[in-house]
């Protein structure tokens, strides 16, 4: 495991999700810049992405924990910059940032393409009986009628949680191996980081979600509704049983955001906070970067 001790950059997630990585390491005084990319030949180009369903590829630690806001600013700044120059073999190189470690907003370098990200946050200090409180009373009804008309509960079997998740186009269409996944799941529920949840009536599973803590957060990762045998509430059912995991554990909620404006509305629902971050591409071939500003 990385010296971040971040699950998305572990050898058991990259394993499971990508089938070559380059990992690059920087130190700089008393921190160190930790990026795990992806890469494929593309259109002619070299090409590094982040590593496909993880929240981000790069993580810049302090470890001096009484580092000011002025050297912390200043050191990621060098930091950045010192990454640019191994980034020259790429192309088109994606740079995503873990929010809550970076105090850097941008970085003055025109290689740089900044684009906006979007994600919803719950934070650990947030008490669960305030948020069931402040909730909509049509979500909470939602909620309430998932619970007396199915069974809201834990998943452990594995077989049934990559069935299910598969059934998702956005997972099945995807490169993921099926055996790969199934080993990284059956390991990551015995270590404790990982919970499925799933709302099922009789034989019917309506819908399914899988949460996974990484240090202080657990992340909303995979999930499935059954739109031909739908449940009303099943979604927020399973989204609260994650949530709630998250608080008993201190941790923050993060929802790993979407930019669709449906699905943000449904995240709003539980009072979470709008986290805006920059989505960071390098790409030194000016006419590449213009083509990316554009998108």
């Not at 002025?70 to 190189?93: G, M, P, R, Y």
């Not at 509704?225 to 059912?237: A, F, I, P, V, Y």
Request: hydrophobic share 40%; with cysteine; aromatic share 12%.
């Amino acid at each position: 495991m990385s010296i971040t001790k971040e699950l998305f950059l572990s050898d058991n997630w990259l394993d499971c999700f990508c089938n070559s990585h380059e990992e690059i390491l920087i130190k700089y005084k008393e921190s160190h810049l930790h990026v795990v990319l992806f890469p494929m030949r593309k259109y002619f180009l070299n090409i590094a992405y982040s590593i496909p369903f993880s929240p981000f590829n790069s993580v810049i630690i302090h470890h001096n924990s009484d580092i000011n806001k002025s050297t912390k600013f200043n050191t990621e700044l060098h930091l950045i910059q010192l990454l640019c120059t191994q980034l020259k073999k790429w192309d088109v190189a994606q740079l995503k940032f873990k929010i809550d470690t970076l105090d850097m907003a941008r970085v003055s370098c025109k290689r740089l393409v900044f684009q906006l990200a979007f994600t919803e946050l719950i934070e650990k200090s947030k008490d669960i009986n305030s948020i069931w409180e402040k909730l909509r009373s049509e979500a909470r009804n939602d909620i309430v009628y998932a619970r007396q008309n199915s069974e809201v509960v834990e998943c452990t079997n594995v077989e049934t949680i990559i069935e299910e998740i598969f059934k998702n186009s956005a997972y099945s269409a995807s490169n993921l191996n099926r055996i790969k996944f199934s080993q990284f799941i059956d390991n990551s529920i015995q270590l404790g980081i990982l919970k499925a949840f799933v709302c099922r009536s009789h034989d019917t599973i309506h819908s399914i979600s899988v949460f996974i803590h990484s240090k202080d957060c657990i992340y909303y990762s995979f999930n499935y509704n059954n739109r031909e045998k739908t449940m009303r509430g099943s979604h927020l059912s399973l989204i609260w049983e994650g949530i709630q995991w998250a608080l008993t554990k201190n941790c923050h909620f993060n929802f790993d955001g979407s930019s669709k404006l449906e699905i943000a509305k449904i995240f709003k629902t539980f009072g979470s906070r709008t986290i805006i971050y920059p989505n960071t591409y390098y790409i030194p071939n000016p006419i590449l970067r213009n083509i990316q500003k554009l998108r």
